[in-house]
């Protein structure tokens, strides 16, 4: 590359271009780690979207009408923050960008959501940010249609590498973006023909371009280290209703010895080569020295943001007050006021009916009275609409015809919908939920992580959660689920036993703001196992005494899900035969676990045999069988030690010995 | 659909499919459940395939170098054992197809590879066939230059239906298959236009055809009910250097009522309407009843493959005896003999070295000696060979150009990678490993677990296993993994403490031959802990005493990988202060658990305190701390409780309380 021309062609662009490059060389070199390849590549890209597109306001980084830039090529994430510190980010000062990847620092090696304002997501493992920016645009569309091009009109901009294409993930978002014709998502691939084995037609020779197409995106081909070129081809994609794609030709570690080749890719710190890299720019300063011309000049950038921000503010001081109120709490992530109100009303027409239904079917007739009243809610599902039961009758399917539809047909693509949702939450003011099979959480276990990672409150509607499934056999039945999901921090995991649980786990789901939750609902009828109604939302406690012994107490059954009616069985055996027995039903262990000890200690009294039953793998139940006051010698488990079979669930329960008569008897194995 | 015209177009023909289409809406009305609309639908491709095309014998169901049918569209199971019952499998009498979906038949809900011989792979979560068919085709490129085409020489077909192409892991599956030009790999795609939540296009409008050919495919679009034109595409296919895709118009459900709808795709079972669908196929048969002259057509089918077998035979008789040992030694997936030896010597060079290295370069160094004596290791990573340390010296690089190499550049892949290892270990004779960083087993999860399911011993080298990663941050992190791991049925769990333990690790999952093997490998130099030369394989036993105490034993560290040198230094600490503590290294629980009674009581006696030292979370670790002989009110655990940060790693272990120190300090408080 004749860094000389480049350089001469475009002397003043090429100087803020070279700030983000210089800044991410010094920052690498200091930490002794990192990627400088990538920001060292794309820097004209940016700068070009700073200076003469991206609507941002460093001011004001939570402007809800911003235009979203996300990294997704996260391990570049000196991109980000040189832009941010160049921009004049409050939350990104030069002193972070010295700390780069330091205890403590905002500037983690991988940019990482609330650790900065101004970090629109988390990003690293490859092909989230690309999957998070259809939700992004997803959110934009429905708001925009919501409440006017006046209120909500920006676009969602998106930096993706070889790497986030090569990934499963990004096909699932290339399909689903160019089908919802999401016109305001506009992608820069960062075409350097380089990953860490080597050059990219060592792994794959897609041409990136044609496969974009074959999914209706528009599509662009263009030098990436041509200003003017990159201007135009924006401007372009900004015209044309269609997602686009713009293939930007560049070079990784432009200007270093490492140049288009995979040693660029990683920490370029050699002294030496780092001054003559500097030296081949032309630049003439100091480790993390930014010229005050150049800096100027980058702090300019944010004024044309600034400007729409304040023409924003007075169109939002426009709208009604009430108007007004709904959007901002909307965007706060708080519940409506009414919801508590309106879960109560429910639980009470349930105590009332005592339906025997599945919980699938409770969590639909909980959203029928939900959705109503909170209109930033979008479900969906990943092609099981109909088996999910996510679909309320109010909502509308959201489509390039129709942008006020609440409802997204997401396909057979439970990591693309995982990773959308995560957007659609952190774009702000929607809150997304939408359903698989619980078994399929292993396709989208890349971004439910993140969820918990981030601390967004996606909701994931986790259907047919045990052999209960049946028929379909054990590539469907989740045994070790409830397991991976509870080991993942920052989740919450409700598997609740009825139809007021149910409703209580959604009344704790959708008034979360910093943890995702995990519905696990049955897919055969459960009969109402709490009889009385309570307005206290007992879930919220993560567990309680639903039945208590009534002669003198001799075991604890814990269950959850379809296993308390089990319980609930169990005990009454137990009972006849004069064995007091209490059943504790834990809708939530994350929750009950942040109980404070008494009430544990009440739940829980040290003593009696403790059985637990959850059609499930044991891993992880010792903590309440063997801790909080348990004893090894007296207590047991019933649930799954392996993989399930194929057969009616009641087959299943029976041969796998999950039954009220099999408890009964754990039972009096250890009263001996 | 005009079925007259069908029926008299190709009378002959027609009567071979509708056998197939009968036996499904049978099956399924039986069970009164499954899914008539596929097996329907494909029915015409699948008779022209087996007639014509496959060569396969019945009576030798795993003869090496049959072609290989794989059902990608699983759900579609009646398909295949209608296929298997109708050309004469001994695993596929009628019972079976009268069993369908019940307790104990071979019939399970989706096709369970081990349940009857002919079943080529786990199939039903969608996209993990065709990524399996990409592992058997490579399978196939290597054995073929390896053993020559006398000897390896045949196709993998896979049919594939929307759902299969929607999963990411399809796309990950046709970029390697493109690239690596697997001119024998022929997929059939069910294009019917039919998902379960309505018509394709309300969640995908991509133009399949386009996007394979994006990737390097040949491609072709059909009618899929057509003979003579399904004949044509297939030998036009085989032609082809390339892989091929065959877009196959059909009506899912088809001459049902529900012909074309989403409804077509699950259990047809109404009694009426299934008479009118045999009526208008012209079947006058009863339920399961084939009439003579179709059932001798079907099996003549396997004639073609049966004198191919005979003449395979022969040649491979003509090898030498040698070569015929080696062959059938690998193909009955058995180590060779001499590993043992091998390893024992590494063990013994190692422990006279002790090495300082991270237990990925453990695993590398284990390799080295390991490859040149085990042809059938086929390695690769998701571009992070240098990371990994999963590419040795002799192993060569499978390309086109190379068909001798067995080291396979994945690209960033994992799901497709993993999935392509089980098609590998499936086809037989090859025993494939592949690594990414330990925390994207979140990418791969959807096919480790099917290696589970299945038992097959795909290996999983997943480096960089905890904080000790550093820099790169929380989202590069595993802290709840080692628990969702071991949550997993019939998944053996390594986390190697030093060289000597990774030697032995991989010895185990190098003899494995039904269990999946994960191999949890340090980033971060470890020093060796085992100094004294044993020529038993300790790792076999899951966990042993490293050290015991020398002063009066109160306390047992107990740890795994990285913490075990954690838990030497503090042994140190707590002896130096009088107070006896064993060290129990537990490089495989699964393993610990397998042993008998007495051995863990000698491992784990009742009585001191014991400490579980890991860097991840505690969930699981009771079974050890607090179950077997273990006392809740003398039991910690020294360990992560959230998400890890970006920081050196020394920094983060320090920082997070895992270090000697730390645990000493929690020993002290337990004794108290």
């Known amino acids: 590359m004749d860094i000389a021309a480049l350089?001469?062609?475009?002397?003043?662009?090429?100087?803020?271009?070279?700030?983000?490059?210089?800044?991410?060389?010094?920052?690498?070199?200091?930490?002794?780690?990192?990627?400088?390849?990538?920001?060292?590549?794309?820097?004209?890209?940016?700068?070009?979207?700073?200076?003469?597109?991206?609507?941002?306001?460093p001011k004001a980084p939570d402007w809800a009408d911003r235009d979203r830039f996300i990294l997704s090529a996260g391990h570049g994430s000196m991109l980000l923050y040189a832009l941010m510190y160049?921009?004049?980010?409050?939350?990104?000062?030069?002193?972070?960008?010295?700390?780069?990847?330091?205890?403590?620092?905002?500037?983690?090696?991988?940019?990482?959501?609330?650790?900065?304002?101004?970090?629109?997501?988390?990003?690293?493992?490859?092909?989230?940010?690309i999957a998070n920016a259809v939700g992004f645009a997803i959110a934009e569309e429905i708001q925009r249609a919501a409440w006017g091009k006046k209120i909500i009109n920006h676009h969602t901009y998106v930096m993706a590498g070889d790497?986030?294409?090569?990934?499963?993930?990004?096909?699932?978002?290339?399909?689903?973006?160019?089908?919802?014709?999401?016109?305001?998502?506009?992608?820069?691939?960062?075409?350097?023909?380089?990953?860490?084995?080597?050059?990219?037609?060592?792994?794959?020779?897609?041409?990136?371009?044609?496969?974009?197409?074959?999914?209706?995106?528009?599509?662009?081909?263009?030098?990436?280290?041509?200003?003017?070129?990159?201007?135009?081809?924006i401007a372009a994609a900004k015209k044309d209703p269609r997602p686009s794609m713009i293939a930007c030709k560049t070079h990784i570690a432009l200007g270093h010895a490492a140049q288009d080749t995979s040693k660029g890719h990683g920490a370029l710190t050699d002294a030496a080569q780092l001054q003559a890299t500097k030296d081949a720019y032309g630049w003439t300063y100091g480790p993390f020295e930014i010229p005050a011309g150049v800096k100027s000049q980058w702090e300019a950038m944010g004024a044309?943001?600034?400007?729409?921000?304040?023409?924003?503010?007075?169109?939002?001081?426009?709208?009604?007050?009430?108007?007004?109120?709904?959007?901002?709490?909307?965007?706060?992530?708080?519940?409506?006021?009414?919801?508590?109100?309106?879960?109560r009303a429910f639980k009470k027409q349930m105590t009332d009916s005592q339906p025997k239904v599945a919980t699938?079917?409770?969590?639909?007739?909980?959203?029928?009275?939900?959705?109503?009243?909170?209109?930033?809610?979008?479900?969906?599902?990943?092609?099981?609409?109909g088996s999910n039961n996510?679909?309320?009758?109010?909502?509308?399917?959201?489509?390039?015809?129709?942008?006020?539809?609440?409802?997204?047909?997401?396909?057979?693509?439970?990591?693309?919908?995982?990773?959308?949702?995560?957007?659609?939450?952190?774009?702000?003011?929607?809150?997304?939920?939408?359903?698989?099979?619980?078994?399929?959480?292993?396709?989208?276990?890349?971004?439910?992580?993140?969820?918990?990672?981030?601390?967004?409150?996606?909701?994931y509607v986790m259907t047919h959660d045990s052999i209960g499934l049946g028929e379909d056999g054990p590539t469907h039945q989740p045994v070790e689920h409830l397991a991976m999901l509870r080991a993942t921090p920052n989740m919450n995991v409700f598997r609740p036993a009825d139809t007021i649980e149910t409703a209580e786990a959604w009344e704790m789901a959708l008034t979360s703001t910093k943890t995702p939750s995990v519905l696990c609902l049955s897919r055969q009828g459960l009969p109402t196992v709490r009889l009385e109604h309570k307005t206290k939302n007992l879930t919220a406690q993560g567990a309680y005494v639903l039945a208590d012994a009534t002669a003198k107490r001799q075991a604890i059954l814990m269950a959850t899900g379809s296993e308390v009616s089990v319980a609930m069985a169990a005990r009454d055996l137990l009972e006849a035969e004069g064995i007091g027995t209490r059943v504790v039903s834990m809708p939530c262990w994350e929750l009950f676990a942040a109980q404070d000890e008494a009430y544990r200690k009440r739940v829980l009294p040290a003593g009696p045999v403790r059985i637990g039953i959850e059609a499930g793998v044991r891993l992880g139940w010792?903590?309440?069988?063997?801790?909080?006051?348990?004893?090894?010698?007296?207590?047991?488990?019933?649930?799954?030690?392996?993989?399930?079979?194929?057969?009616?669930?009641?087959?299943?329960?029976?041969?796998?010995?999950?039954?009220?008569?099999?408890?009964?008897?754990?039972?009096?194995?250890?009263?001996?």
Chains 1, 2 share one sequence.
């Open 7 to 57: 350089r001469t062609a475009n002397p003043d662009h090429w100087m803020k271009a070279a700030a983000i490059r210089t800044l991410t060389l010094d920052a690498v070199a200091a930490a002794n780690s990192g990627h400088s390849g990538m920001p060292m590549g794309m820097a004209d890209v940016a700068t070009v979207l700073f200076e003469n597109h991206l609507n941002f306001d």
């Open 86 to 129: 160049l921009t004049g980010y409050e939350d990104m000062p030069l002193e972070q960008i010295k700390d780069f990847r330091q205890w403590g620092a905002r500037t983690a090696g991988h940019p990482e959501f609330g650790h900065a304002r101004g970090i629109e997501t988390t990003t690293g493992p490859l092909g989230q940010g």
């Open 163 to 233: 790497g986030c294409l090569m990934e499963g993930v990004s096909q699932e978002a290339i399909g689903l973006a160019g089908m919802q014709k999401l016109g305001h998502l506009i992608v820069f691939f960062d075409n350097n023909n380089i990953t860490i084995d080597g050059t990219v037609d060592m792994a794959d020779i897609t041409d990136q371009g044609a496969r974009f197409a074959a999914s209706g995106w528009h599509v662009q081909s263009i030098d990436g280290h041509d200003p003017a070129t990159i201007d135009a081809a």
């Open 304 to 343: 044309r943001g600034a400007a729409a921000r304040a023409a924003w503010e007075d169109r939002f001081a426009a709208l009604s007050a009430a108007k007004q109120a709904e959007f901002t709490r909307a965007y706060a992530g708080e519940a409506p006021k009414r919801l508590s109100a309106t879960i």
């Open 360 to 385: 699938r079917k409770s969590s639909e007739m909980t959203l029928e009275v939900v959705n109503p009243i909170m209109k930033e809610t979008i479900g969906g599902s990943a092609d099981l609409t």
């Open 390 to 459: 996510t679909k309320t009758a109010d909502l509308g399917v959201f489509h390039p015809d129709n942008r006020k539809g609440r409802y997204i047909y997401y396909g057979v693509r439970e990591h693309g919908m995982a990773a959308a949702m995560n957007g659609m939450a952190l774009h702000g003011g929607a809150r997304p939920y939408g359903g698989t099979f619980m078994c399929f959480t292993d396709y989208a276990r890349g971004a439910m992580r993140l969820s918990a990672l981030m601390g967004v409150p996606t909701t």
């Open 622 to 672: 010792d903590q309440w069988l063997l801790g909080e006051r348990g004893n090894a010698k007296k207590a047991g488990f019933v649930g799954m030690s392996g993989f399930g079979a194929s057969a009616p669930a009641a087959k299943l329960f029976e041969e796998f010995g999950i039954t009220a008569a099999d408890t009964a008897a754990a039972v009096k194995a250890l009263i001996g």
